[in-house]
């Protein structure tokens, strides 16, 4: 294991899909030895999301890198005995199960915990251990629909809009690992005991989404589809330029405002009385976006982010994936890791989520085969070869 800040942290990743795995990378990602526990059959799903190549996810490569893999049933008496002795050794578990389900394979954290009372049980669910909608089966879609966000996203004569990746589940994921580091820091800096922790997929994407509730609750309104547009400044869009290629600004700060409007020729709105707030320019929406749209569609795109540079206004192009991977400061900042890979050979993905200047995370190893581990790692909590073959044969381990 790398000498990352969690080195030392044992974390057993009985969840799957995403936003579960996703916490327990962030967690690997920074020195914890995360150990993923799949079916021995089956495997997490997550190995067939998204495309693939010669046989091998490449999601699955990314978002199970750092962990040491476990083809272990839990449902099974024998696979929970084994799940018990990891669990002995662990730091935190890391569940997305339907609630009652560890409880009825006799792995309950309260029972976990009294073998090892520092355990930390992360639950993740669609709606959270309690509620009417709690044994619902619940996933990021859900989530963004019955969060406000897809009722706020998409033009204002179009349908709600769903993203089209995994939003709410990855902000859970990134919430989870928070969580995690939060519970561990109560223990072992507090001096408190182990705990279990409940996090909905619901819950977080809602907080992400700002004050529609205190909104709502003091004024009555309900936020609106305004497409690109923002309800609290202007201009904010996205604009096509002269050679087809578009770009984004926003003018959250009224001085940017003030510079975007100088810059495209039109000062004199500046003097208006509404300009004055970022409201009072989002009332104004069509005129100052039809300025600014005639200035920048005039010129080429790399002559529309010279100027705003230059003028000191905030300006991104929009990028597809293969534009970011190019750009010069997302390859000086080493966004994009490049790891050596077992199946594929060298691979680029996403690097660490932040830099440590003392104790920086790294991308140890890629996502690997179910059961990779198995041998290694059920024999560091004592269980031998003869054992584990038998396991292994009735198909309980693979």
């Given at each position: ?21 996703l ?8 020195g ?26 490449l ?37 997305n ?18 073998e090892?009372?520092?355990?930390v ?74 705990q ?8 977080p ?52 405002a ?16 509404w ?29 529309v ?8 206004a ?10 970011l ?43 690997r ?30």
């Amino acid at each position: 294991m790398g000498a990352g800040p969690l080195d030392g942290v044992r974390v057993l990743d009985a969840s799957t899909v995403l936003a579960g795995p996703l916490t327990c990378q962030l967690l690997g990602d920074y020195g914890a030895d995360v150990i993923k526990i799949e079916h021995p059959a089956r495997g997490d799903s997550m190995r067939g999301h998204g495309h693939s190549k010669d046989g091998k996810g490449l999601w699955w490569k990314m978002l199970s890198r750092n962990k040491r893999t476990v083809g272990l049933y839990l449902g099974d008496p024998d696979g929970a005995e084994v799940f018990r002795a990891l669990a002995r050794t662990a730091d935190v578990i890391v569940e997305n199960f339907r609630p009652g389900t560890l409880e009825r394979w006799g792995l309950a954290p309260e029972s976990l915990r009294a073998e090892n009372p520092g355990l930390v049980v992360l639950r993740v669910t669609g709606f959270g251990q309690t509620g009417p909608y709690a044994a619902r089966p619940g996933f990021g879609t859900l989530a963004e629909s019955m969060s406000g966000f897809a009722a706020i996203t998409g033009e204002p004569d179009g349908p709600p809009t769903l993203p089209p990746f995994g939003l709410a589940d990855s902000i859970a994921g990134m919430t989870g690992a928070y969580a995690v580091m939060t519970a561990l820091y109560h223990r072992d800096a507090r001096g408190g005991a182990g705990q279990d922790v409940d996090l909905s997929i619901l819950e977080p994407i809602v907080t992400v989404l700002g004050p529609q509730p205190i909104t709502y609750d003091q004024l009555g309104l309900v936020q609106r589809r305004t497409g690109n547009r923002s309800e609290n400044n202007a201009p904010r869009n996205t604009y096509k330029t002269a050679d087809g290629r578009w770009v984004a600004i926003s003018t959250s700060a009224d001085s940017i405002a003030r510079r975007v409007m100088e810059l495209v020729g039109h000062p004199e709105v500046v003097g208006e009385p509404w300009f004055a707030t970022g409201k009072g320019r989002a009332e104004h929406g069509d005129l100052l976006d039809a300025m600014v749209a005639e200035w920048i569609g005039a010129r080429a795109r790399e002559e529309v982010i010279a100027a705003f540079e230059a003028a000191e206004a905030a300006i991104a192009p929009v990028y597809d994936v293969a534009e970011l991977m190019a750009d010069p400061h997302v390859r000086a900042r080493e966004m994009i890791a490049t790891v050596q890979d077992a199946d594929l050979g060298p691979v680029r993905m996403q690097n660490v989520l932040f830099r440590m200047s003392a104790t920086p995370g790294e991308i140890r190893h890629t996502g690997r085969d179910v059961g990779a581990d198995t041998d290694e790692v059920l024999a560091e909590v004592g269980f031998g070869p003869e054992r584990i073959a038998a396991l292994r044969e009735r198909g309980v381990v693979g």
